[in-house]
């Protein structure tokens, strides 16, 4: 933690943001804050379609047993009605529908700002300055796409 609060202006170092790098670099201006917003909704996006196929979170306590970090197994399915699991099922659809569509406008912007999104909003780790495949510009690139697609499926929904 003390040395992600060396990356803050010191004014800032409470902040919320300040707890993850892509709110340590929104609060440097490094991007701007449409696209840590963007960053913010694709992440929860990918947690979601990750939920709904039970893969594990990408940070080293998910590897853990359930029962290891207070969670338990949870089926959904078992104690749902026909009407529940349809209604269910086509929002998980809809979830995947949406990832998909986002991961296609991350992956216009090319690998490297797909890596860059990846290693910073999905893992939370800041980018690395002897990995040059990973660059705030990539990273800028990547969240401008995200937030140009977000914006425009916003304004396709009634």
Not at 140 to 149: N, R, S
Request: contains cysteine; proline residues 5%.
């Amino acid at each position: 933690m003390v040395q992600r609060l060396r990356l803050v202006p010191h004014e800032q170092v409470f902040d919320q943001m300040a707890e993850c790098p892509l709110g340590i670099y929104a609060l440097r201006t490094d991007i701007t804050p449409e696209e840590y917003q963007a960053g913010l909704d694709y992440a929860k996006l990918v947690y979601r379609v990750r939920r709904d196929y039970d893969a594990p979170r990408p940070d080293a306590k998910s590897n853990y047993p359930n029962e290891m970090i207070g969670g338990g197994v949870r089926d959904p399915d078992i104690l749902l009605t026909d009407e529940q699991l349809q209604e269910e099922r086509k929002a998980r659809l809809a979830r995947r529908r949406d990832y998909n569509e986002a991961f296609e406008a991350l992956q216009g912007a090319g690998i490297g700002a797909n890596r860059a999104v990846n290693r910073v909003a999905i893992h939370g780790r800041f980018i690395d300055d002897n990995d040059m495949s990973t660059t705030i510009s990539a990273l800028k690139l990547g969240l401008a796409a995200l937030a140009q697609h977000f914006a425009s499926r916003t304004s396709r929904r009634p």
